[in-house]
């Protein structure tokens, strides 16, 4: 009696196994399909004996991780959700059409991965800046210049379903050449390198020193910038100034582009290419590393808070009430 006991409760174990295993696969299938994914999610239910939770028409929880979501311009990574006190539907014990969830908890990942993979045509790569802002960085080139784009990613809410960005602190960057920031004032700024090699080369910064305006950011007096166009002594005096690199570097040459594009070539700097640099469009360079989500549609009932920016990616809790699938949501209407 005692084997014949354990034996069958043995088979009981093992047909209630069995029958979570279907209900898993088939909540997998139907979420995939509703959702549109190209991968089945993960579904694990909770509690045990499966069974008479069946026939009660009530889980205690599932757990669902759905990955590679698409979310409008990007992709979602992972979705993590677990839904509590679950009522079912359909010809009962089995199978289950549909389900709601009086309560789902969890979270939502968008990978930086997933960013440069999704905005993969811009070659920007993105990491974290702090909790509420990510640091973008990529590469094009402008006539002849291989130029790096930085900016500043900031999160902001868009609506309760979906994230956006709005981007400041842009700067084009043209590597031992100069560095050009859009905006008022724009400023066109030399690197060190090409400060250090004016700073070496007599007929380079006589070239600057020609301009009024950028002898004035020198910290040169009028009569002094006279006498050092036309003697190589007193130029040399200038040059050899404690912190004259460091004013070549704070100088702004935005007006030289284009006022005066034969000092900017005298002094080193493509006046073609510093043209072609100013004249990218703000705007596009801002979509190259703007982005933005939303939850799919089909998911309704859910919301996103508590939206921080990790060393992975962006982060966001994820919950709701009252989330249906299958026949209970046509049941809603």
């Known amino acids: 009696m005692v084997i014949g006991l354990l034996l069958g409760a043995a088979l009981l174990v093992l047909v209630d196994r069995c029958a979570v295993m279907y209900a898993e696969q088939r909540a997998e299938q139907t979420l995939q399909r509703k959702l549109g994914l190209a991968a089945a999610p993960e579904v694990n239910i909770h509690g045990f004996p499966f069974l008479t939770q069946v026939l009660g028409k009530r889980l205690d929880g599932v757990d669902v991780t759905l990955r590679d979501?698409?979310?409008?311009?990007?992709?979602?990574?992972?979705?993590?959700?677990?839904?509590t006190d679950i009522r079912l539907?359909?010809?009962?014990p089995l199978?289950?059409?549909?389900?709601?969830?009086?309560?789902?908890?969890?979270?939502?990942?968008?990978?930086?991965?997933?960013?440069?993979?999704?905005?993969?045509?811009?070659?920007?790569?993105?990491?974290?800046l702090d909790g509420n802002s990510v640091r973008a960085a990529g590469e094009l080139p402008v006539a002849g210049w291989q130029v790096r784009i930085h900016a500043l990613a900031h999160l902001r809410r868009d609506g309760d379903r979906g994230v956006a960005t709005s981007v400041s602190g842009m700067w084009l960057d043209v590597p031992g050449?100069?560095?050009?920031?859009?905006?008022?004032?724009?400023r066109l700024r030399l690197h060190s390198e090409a400060a250090e090699r004016i700073s070496r080369d007599r007929t380079k910064a006589r070239a600057l020193l020609a301009v009024p305006s950028v002898a004035r950011q020198l910290g040169v007096a009028p009569e002094a910038t006279r006498l050092a166009l036309r003697d190589d002594k007193a130029l040399s005096r200038i040059m050899e100034r404690p912190g004259f690199t460091d004013r070549l570097m704070r100088a702004n040459l935005v007006d030289l582009v284009s006022d005066h594009?034969?000092?900017?070539?005298?002094a080193g700097v493509d006046p073609v290419a510093a043209r072609a640099?100013?004249?990218l469009p703000v705007r596009e360079l801002s979509e190259r590393v703007a982005f933005?989500?939303?939850?799919?549609?089909q998911?309704?009932?859910?919301?996103?808070?508590?939206?921080?920016?990790?060393?992975?990616?962006?982060?966001?809790?994820?919950?709701?009430?009252?989330?249906?699938v299958g026949t209970a949501r046509r049941a809603d209407g």
Not at 103 to 125: N, Y
Not at 177 to 186: E, K, L, Q
Not at 292 to 297: A, G, N, Q, T, V
């Open 69 to 83: 979501v698409p979310a409008d311009q990007v992709s979602l990574a992972k979705i993590r959700a677990e839904a």
């Open 89 to 92: 539907f359909g010809d009962l």
């Open 95 to 128: 199978p289950v059409d549909g389900a709601r969830a009086a309560q789902v908890d969890g979270d939502v990942l968008l990978s930086f991965d997933d960013l440069e993979r999704d905005i993969g045509a811009s070659h920007v790569r993105f990491s974290a």
């Open 177 to 186: 050449i100069a560095t050009y920031r859009p905006g008022r004032p724009a």
């Open 261 to 266: 594009p034969e000092a900017l070539e005298g």
């Open 277 to 279: 640099l100013m004249r």
């Open 292 to 297: 933005s989500f939303h939850l799919p549609k």
């Open 299 to 324: 998911a309704k009932g859910l919301r996103l808070r508590n939206i921080t920016v990790e060393r992975e990616g962006i982060r966001a809790d994820l919950t709701g009430s009252g989330l249906a």
